[in-house]
């Protein structure tokens, strides 16, 4: 099934042709109807469960203020953040690892798991995890690794990357999932959500018990306490984090905010721009491993705060707000590009309009990963979706821009663009062009439309008809329209002065 | 009052009736209106595409060709945005030009916006019996913020049927040059959009972009689709003479 073809692609971090296999995910993606389906079907929901719990919540606008103003001025004082967050950790007898690129992290993870002599890791959800492909390197040293979110469990049995920041296997219907646990479990199932969630839970249940370390991402870190913050529906963020004996954090270094009063602001947006909740059923917030006296949590506990690019947007005018980043998906949900294709056809682990910016940014890569760029019509849906308002469709364009800055965009299109602004920028000129427009359309043309241009203008009549040019524009007809109006008194009572307020009459 | 049409480069080459119904329309109510003959284009397909330089040439030309206007009214939320919204960016470290560029946003007016907050009208006095439904633009609904206008325009036309477009929010799927970069995307979007158009059942559908209605006509004329397309402007002027 198609499908394979395209988590194949996504999962082998070898692939990188985020860019050049863009067109041939986006092509598997329409192809695959099922795939289709279970996205528009479950971004609906969300998303008018969003809007439910917006609206419910008094003045969303300014609660998305409110969001926009912490996360800014966190980010902007990241390091003195950071800081504070990192000692209080310490303090309360936990380990900071800070790496720059991901072979750091995994590394580090390495050692911690060597020293535990860990065979088996249990983990919540971590796209960070996810982001530095920890699984394949654990896979490779021999740690089994076993995902306890519902979501990721299905995947980590279809061997699939995430196609969603929060549903990860958004793209598959009960009845794949059933089949799924059907060649697990060697016997048949309903296609049920409660069968199913009811098999994957006492399936993991042992494993929680028998992890040698938990693992798990990071919602948010409160600086003035060294906490951190994780949030799920299904309580796996707290097994992971209290019941294997070694607990490891792996997080983006932004993910942090000041304080309480600032974390209640944040989770509240999280919960309800991801899926229309107030709160998640689970919030775990822990601070330090267990002490003495403690009746449960892990004995060690590690912190990995991971750069990988990150710090390369602080400071940068037009991108550092990306960081400003919750990881909610409510961009996702709207966007009407995403809806079409689905997450793998983004070639990364983060997908829809903020994984098209988040990816070339992180990954530093412009001339391939920048092509998500162009993954978008920039019409501005993820922006009034965003719970911190960062101005997606600004960022994609200006990606665009520093493509076009690096000269990695095509040269025809780089002459097309000098001819525009030579012909557009001089009314003689674009008077001269559109004429002879006017006559070189002709042999394109039957019944009054293009049906079938030559590229680039194909892209257009593949799926739709061009109207033809017609022998006279508005500016040729402008003497004829004045001369007409000359001839007539205003119909309307009274001139435009007097019209004001004329929607009474 | 004097009024400056903005007729864009799309309508002008591509939908000259529209612009001719939105100067019939002012005229009735009493507007001067002229067309300075300098204008092409605001720069929008060079901009989206990340050729700012190519755009600032193009922004230049269109705000010295509206210099002396009073106020500029234009049959696109797009355009409109792309002016309101981008040019002080562009102009950034021109404060000459971002100035210039200022005194075009303070008088510039997509047309809805202009008929209902400066001429003050929500009643043309039209009457459209037709069953009719609205896409809203994405640039003039989100960009622009123009959604209450074309509401209460149509909403004071007699005899019409409105119906609501099912996902009236989604993007159709032009973009610009994404129609044709990423086609296959924008397909998809297309097809969906003009489903939920004949779902409607709507004889006609009604918008402020030509930019969408190209797309999505585009469509429904290539499925054979009886669906008529006009710019909110055409239908009002059609429906007061009606
Ligand atoms: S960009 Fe905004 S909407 Fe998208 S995931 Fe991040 S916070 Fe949520």
New interface residues.
């Given amino acids: 099934m198609a499908e394979g073809a395209v988590a194949g692609a996504a999962h082998d971090p070898a692939a990188a042709a985020i860019g050049s296999g863009l067109k041939k995910r986006t092509k598997e993606a329409l192809a695959n109807d099922f795939l289709r389906k279970a996205v528009a079907f479950t971004t609906d929901k969300l998303r008018s469960g969003k809007l439910n719990a917006t609206d419910e919540f008094g003045d969303w606008e300014a609660w998305r203020e409110r969001g926009r103003a912490i996360r800014q001025h966190t980010v902007s004082h990241l390091d003195y953040y950071l800081g504070q967050f990192a000692d209080n950790v310490a303090a309360n007898g936990g380990s900071v690892y800070f790496c720059e690129g991901a072979d750091d992290a995994v590394r580090v993870f390495m050692e911690i798991a060597r020293r535990k002599q860990a065979k088996l890791v249990a983990k919540g959800k971590s796209m960070v995890s996810e982001e530095i492909h920890l699984n394949h390197h654990l896979e490779e040293d021999g740690i089994e690794a076993i995902e306890t979110d519902l979501g990721e469990y299905i995947l980590q049995l279809a061997k699939e990357t995430p196609s969603h920041l929060i549903i990860p296997a958004i793209h598959k219907n009960k009845r794949q999932i059933a089949d799924l646990f059907e060649e697990d479990a060697g016997r048949p199932f309903e296609p049920d959500t409660k069968t199913l969630a009811a098999y994957a839970k006492q399936k993991l249940r042992n494993y929680f018990l028998e992890a040698d370390i938990g693992l798990t991402g990071c919602n948010f870190g409160v600086a003035e306490s060294g906490s951190i913050t994780l949030v799920s529906n299904e309580g796996n963020g707290r097994m992971v984090s209290t019941l294997p004996k070694t607990h490891v954090v792996v997080m983006g270094m932004e993910r942090l905010v000041p304080t309480f009063e600032d974390l209640e602001v944040v989770l509240n947006l999280l919960a309800r721009s991801a899926t229309g909740q107030k709160l998640t059923t689970y919030t775990s917030i822990v601070t330090g491993p267990r002490r003495e006296g403690d009746l449960d949590g892990p004995e060690e506990l590690h912190v990995i705060i991971l750069d990988n690019g990150r710090s390369a947007q602080l400071g940068d005018p037009i991108f550092q707000d990306v960081l400003n980043c919750i990881r909610c998906a409510a961009c996702l949900n709207v966007c009407p590009v995403y809806r079409q294709v689905g997450g793998h056809t983004y070639g990364s682990v983060y997908s829809g309009p903020i994984g098209a910016v988040l990816t070339p940014l992180l990954q530093q890569d412009m001339k391939e990963a920048g092509t998500l760029a162009y993954a978008s019509s920039l019409c501005g849906a993820c922006y009034e979706a965003c719970p911190v308002k960062i101005p997606l469709h600004d960022m994609l364009v200006q990606l665009r821009h520093r493509k076009v800055k690096m000269k990695l965009t095509a040269l025809p299109e780089r002459v097309a663009f000098k001819m525009y602004q030579t012909m557009f920028g001089n009314v003689t000129l674009y008077k001269l062009a559109t004429k002879s427009a006017y006559y070189l359309q002709k042999p394109l043309v039957r019944n009054g439309f293009i049906k079938a241009g030559p590229p680039p203008l194909s892209g257009w009549t593949q799926s739709r008809f061009m109207p033809m040019l017609p022998k006279q524009s508005f500016r040729d007809k402008w003497a004829k329209l004045q001369a007409e109006l000359a001839a007539k008194k205003p119909a309307a009572s009274g001139g435009a002065d007097e019209a004001k307020g004329g929607g009474a009459k | 009052?004097k009024?400056s049409l903005f007729?864009t480069?799309l309508?002008?080459?591509?939908?000259?009736e529209v612009?001719?119904s939105v100067?019939?329309l002012?005229?009735?109510?009493?507007?001067?209106?002229d067309?300075p003959?300098?204008?092409?284009?605001c720069?929008q397909?060079?901009?989206?595409?990340?050729?700012?330089?190519?755009?600032r040439?193009?922004a230049?030309?269109l705000i010295r060709a509206f210099e002396h206007s009073d106020y500029v009214v234009s049959p696109s939320g797009s355009c409109t945005g792309m002016v309101h919204h981008y040019y002080p960016y562009l102009f950034e470290n021109e404060p000459e030009w971002k100035s210039k560029a200022e005194a075009l946003i303070d008088k510039m007016y997509e047309f809805s916006q202009f008929i209902?907050r400066?001429?003050?009208?929500?009643?043309?006095?039209a009457a459209f019996p037709h069953k009719v439904t609205y896409h809203p633009s994405?640039?003039a609904s989100?960009?622009l913020g123009v959604t209450e206008e074309p509401a209460?325009l149509l909403g004071?036309v007699k005899g019409m049927e409105f119906v609501e477009l099912p996902r009236k929010?989604?993007?159709c799927?032009?973009?610009?040059t994404?129609?044709?970069?990423?086609?296959?995307?924008?397909?998809?979007?297309?097809?969906?959009k003009a489903a939920c158009v004949c779902e409607t059942g709507a004889e006609v559908l009604v918008g402020t972009d030509m930019g969408c209605l190209?797309?999505i006509?585009?469509?429904l004329?290539?499925e054979g689709r009886p669906v008529k397309v006009m710019h909110l402007a055409q239908l009002l002027e059609e429906g007061?003479r009606a």
Avoid at chain 2, 37 to 41: A, D, F, I, P, V
């Fill in positions: 009052m009024v007729i480069c309508a002008d080459q591509l939908y000259p612009g001719e100067v019939r002012l005229h009735d109510y009493g507007c001067e209106v067309f003959e300098l204008q092409t284009c720069g397909p060079a901009f989206n595409s990340g050729y700012q330089d190519e755009a040439e193009v230049r030309n209902v400066v001429l003050g009208v929500t009643d043309v006095g994405c640039h989100r960009l209460e004071a929010q989604d993007c799927g032009f973009g610009g994404f129609a044709v970069k990423m086609a296959d995307m924008s397909e998809a979007m297309v097809c969906e190209m797309n006509g585009g469509r004329n290539k007061r």
